[in-house]
């Protein structure tokens, strides 16, 4: 049993940052590639950033590139997203997954946490 929990989430003001860690337990961590979506109310979900399980290939897409990083330490499980110029567009919950290898897509992703709203105030 695999089980994913992120934290990190809450309220910030508009170009602020905030980070999110995802701890994965049940499974060994550095198996997995990784990945970050968000999921805005009335909206499907939308990948944000993916980590392959060593580290060295990272990904995303054109609305947070340069803005966010995606990163992870093996030793403690745990994979992290950090997010900086924040903009209220970037409000939704956001949410970790674990993967065979990286992807795009969330179909690709076996396992999920629960999620971690953020929000951004103007």
């Known amino acids: 049993q695999v089980q994913l929990v992120e934290s990190g989430g809450g309220l910030v003001q508009a170009g602020g940052s905030l980070r999110l860690s995802c701890v994965v337990s049940g499974r060994t961590f550095s198996s997995y590639a990784m990945g970050w979506f968000r999921q805005a109310p009335g909206k499907e979900r939308e990948f944000v950033a993916t980590i392959s399980w060593s580290g060295a290939y990272t990904y995303y897409p054109d609305p947070v590139k340069g803005r966010f990083t995606i990163s992870r330490d093996n030793a403690k499980n745990t994979a992290y997203l950090q997010m900086n110029s924040l903009k209220p567009d970037d409000t939704a919950v956001y949410y970790c997954?674990?993967?065979?290898?990286?992807?795009?897509?969330?179909?690709?992703?076996?396992?999920w946490g629960q999620g971690t709203q953020v929000t951004v105030s103007s």
């Open positions: 997954a674990a993967g065979i290898s990286t992807s795009t897509t969330p179909s690709d992703y076996a396992y």
